[in-house]
């Protein structure tokens, strides 16, 4: 039995809330081949606020809150820190809506939405954090960095994750406009070309947003930029119930991070009403990861069990929370999973 230790980091608002179902609910899959341990970290804002570090030194809850920010004023996101700092360059955001979770969307029958976007995350826009220019209060600049490394890289893992789902790769992009991404979409184009199995298209990002809308099942993998990939991941969030079905992954060569797409939320912290299923599917993303890279099919194996009680405890009904018509709070769903396990 391989033994794996965890750091946790609750972070901020409800992300110190839902983080306690997603080890509730890894702990109810441990064993059966599988030894975890935790250990816990402290992240976010609140620490911030005490000590002006806002990283000390990975599932991980949420961190920021609007009124702690930097000098500059840009506002404390440390999830961002650990992104560049242990380049974690893959943003795996699944879309996927589950029978039972309702939709904003009327689908046809027999259709559903199923898709993962892979957000470059260490360059585009976000490159410029930190940095910027302002002149006075009448001008204010920020570069978009795009490299052949960096487009390389988001783009094989893109292509390799397509080869084990529908085999459709969708490069989204504004290259109809700016050099930057006309040079990202000839890079996704060359690493292509390793890739036969897999059919590649493209798309404006403007056009993406309304396609994803008009006709979400067409999509399967979608390779973007930091800054749309940001955008069009809350977008696609919204369409399968929420941020708070929406897991990710911030995937490096040798670390990864999982926290759900959702951010503190203030206004309910402290109630108890927050939905974790998005961080109890970032476990099970994590619990993947870790079997690919380990090559531990004990840990593969556990992701799926997770998903797969998620998926059970959604279609019954019984223990959904607030934000998907529910009366169910934080705790209750999480109990929920964990027994299904």
Same mark, same amino acid.
């Given at each position: 039995?391989r033994?794996y ?6 972070? /901020? ?21 599988l030894a975890?341990? +935790? ?21 991980f ?8 920010? +930097?000098p500059d @004023?840009?506002?404390? &996101?440390?999830?961002v ?23 904003p ?5 027999g ?7 892979f957000r ?6 976000f490159?410029?954090?930190?940095g910027?220019a302002?002149?006075g209060?009448?001008?204010?600049a ?11 890289r988001?783009?094989?893992r893109?292509?390799e994750?397509?080869?084990g ?16 991404y006309?040079?990202f979409?000839?890079?996704? #184009? ?12 493209? &798309?404006?990002?403007?056009a993406m947003a309304?396609?994803?809308?008009q006709r ?8 973007v930029e930091?800054?749309?990939? /940001? ?13 708070g ?5 911030d ?7 999982? #926290?759900?797409?959702?951010g503190?939320?203030?206004d $309910?912290a ?7 299923t998005a961080?109890?599917?970032?476990a ?9 890279r380990?090559k531990?099919?004990s &840990? ?5 069990? $997770? ?9 019954a ?5 607030p934000d $998907? @018509?529910?009366?169910a709070?934080?705790?209750a ?8 396990l």
């Amino acid at each position: 039995m391989r033994p794996y230790t965890i750091a946790v980091i609750g972070g /901020d608002g409800i992300g110190r809330e839902v983080i306690r179902e997603g080890v509730k609910v890894l702990e109810a899959v441990a064993g059966r081949g599988l030894a975890l341990t +935790f250990e816990e970290a402290e992240v976010g804002a609140e620490l911030y606020r005490r000590t002006g570090e806002d990283l000390p030194a990975i599932l991980f809850g949420a961190a920021g809150l609007p009124d702690v920010r +930097f000098p500059d @004023g840009t506002e404390i &996101a440390p999830q961002v820190t650990l992104r560049f700092r242990l380049e974690l360059y893959a943003g795996v955001r699944p879309i996927k809506l589950y029978p039972g979770v309702p939709s904003p969307l009327r689908l046809p029958a027999g259709r559903t939405i199923d898709y993962v976007i892979f957000r470059e995350n260490t360059e585009g826009l976000f490159a410029s954090r930190g940095g910027g220019a302002a002149v006075g209060r009448e001008v204010a600049a920020d570069t978009l960095i795009v490299t052949r490394k960096g487009t390389d890289r988001i783009a094989r893992r893109a292509f390799e994750a397509a080869l084990g789902r529908r085999r459709r790769l969708t490069c989204v992009d504004k290259s109809n406009v700016f050099r930057s991404y006309l040079f990202f979409r000839e890079v996704v #184009q060359e690493v292509g070309t390793e890739f036969p199995e897999v059919t590649l298209d493209g &798309a404006y990002v403007d056009a993406m947003a309304m396609y994803v809308v008009q006709r979400p099942w067409a999509y399967d993998v979608v390779v973007v930029e930091n800054q749309f990939g /940001d955008i069009l991941s809350d977008l696609g969030a919204a369409t399968v119930g929420g941020l708070g079905m929406a897991p990710s992954g911030d995937i490096g060569d040798r670390w990864a991070l999982f #926290q759900p797409s959702h951010g503190t939320a203030p206004d $309910i912290a402290g109630k108890g009403v927050a939905n974790p299923t998005a961080m109890i599917l970032s476990a099970a993303l994590m619990l993947r990861w870790l079997g690919d890279r380990h090559k531990d099919p004990s &840990a593969a194996a556990a992701g799926d069990r $997770i998903e797969a009680a998620v998926a059970e405890v959604l279609a019954a009904g019984g223990t959904l929370t607030p934000d $998907i @018509g529910g009366r169910a709070s934080t705790a209750a769903l999480g109990d929920a999973v964990a027994s299904a396990l």
